[in-house]
């Protein structure tokens, strides 16, 4: 199975990031698709979570509205679109794939490699 996002770089604050994650390697019919993010030294959180139907996504309070989470079930993809990015969005970003949803990273079966974005002006 792999992960593999992409989309992240580096953006001014109040700027916009599109992040990407293509899934392969088995059928995820029925999974949760999600992104997670690492801060340096700080655990890893959960952003946002999206299920197979795409209907009623989680947001974590410090992203809802601003962060907008979708799939794309055919093209097994998931994104993540970040508008009005903060300083403290900066981190590395992973996306997931769990059998069900999961607020905990030790919840998660499959992780990709990360993408960092980096927020400065």
């Known amino acids: 199975v792999q992960l593999v996002e992409s989309g992240g770089g580096l953006v001014q604050p109040g700027g916009s990031l599109r992040l990407s994650c293509a899934a392969s390697?088995?059928?995820?019919?029925?999974?949760?698709m999600g992104w997670f993010r690492q801060e340096p030294g700080k655990e890893r959180e959960l952003v946002a979570a999206?299920?197979?139907?795409?209907?009623?996504?989680y947001y974590a309070g410090f992203v809802k509205g601003r962060f907008t989470i979708s799939r794309d079930n055919a093209k097994n993809t998931v994104y993540l679109q970040m508008n009005s990015l903060k300083l403290e969005d900066t981190a590395v970003y992973y996306c997931?794939?769990?059998?069900?949803?999961?607020?905990?990273?030790?919840?998660?079966?499959?992780w990709g490699e990360g993408t960092l974005v980096t927020v400065s002006s």
């Open positions: 997931t794939a769990a059998g069900r949803f999961q607020l905990h990273p030790k919840g998660i079966d499959y």
């Open positions: 390697g088995r059928n995820f019919e029925g999974w949760t």
């Open positions: 999206i299920n197979w139907s795409g209907f009623n996504p």
